[in-house]
């Protein structure tokens, strides 16, 4: 049996979907959300117009995950929205992915499967690392948030842009101060 950890593509996958849907840079659009879904492995070809709406909210949901302070205030985000979506584990083979855990009920349309996937994988993150691995991006000027899957854990920003930027701007302040002082 395939086991998926935190690193899956339904962390990853929540990460895209809320800063393409809550960032002031973000593309909300039913394109925008199937390319979501295509770069992170999940059914693109299940994906309706219709099916927008779901998306939208869902990103909206996970966005107070990512938002939360602290770790009780991300439990209580997390265990609020597993009461909210129907999930009915199982073990499943199909496609030539091998044995795998679906979370949905077999029957569920494309926005509940992503919705139980995305929940599972974040929540196992959680229990695995704490918030310590995720959040919004720590450089002043930017709404994206991030979930870290390196080895060393230690990011804080959402791509290395803003690490740089932000790095930059903190040296050329220090170097201000010491010529000023």
């Known amino acids: 049996m395939r086991i998926t950890g935190y690193q899956s593509h339904g962390v990853a996958a929540s990460v895209a979907l809320v800063n393409a849907v809550t960032c002031d840079e973000g593309d ?10 295509r770069d992170n492995g999940f059914f693109w070809q299940d994906f309706e117009d219709a099916h927008a709406d779901a998306f939208r909210s869902w990103a909206w949901s996970l966005r107070r995950f990512f938002e939360a302070g602290e770790l ?75 979930a870290d899957t390196s080895r060393a854990g230690r990011r804080r920003f959402c791509s290395e842009t803003c690490a740089n930027r932000t790095n930059v701007a903190a ?11």
């Open 28 to 37: 909300d659009s039913p394109e925008a959300l199937r390319a979501v879904l």
């Open 72 to 146: 009780t205030q991300a439990v209580a985000v997390l265990n609020e929205l597993m009461l909210e979506t129907p999930m009915h584990p199982h073990l499943s083979e199909h496609g030539g992915l091998g044995l795998h855990m679906h979370y949905a009920p077999p029957s569920a349309r494309l926005p509940l499967r992503f919705r139980a996937t995305t929940l599972m994988h974040i929540s196992t993150m959680v229990c695995e690392h704490g918030l310590a691995r995720s959040g919004v991006c720590a450089a002043p000027d930017c709404d994206r948030v991030y």
């Open 171 to 181: 040296f050329r302040a220090r170097r201000r101060a010491r010529r000023d002082g």
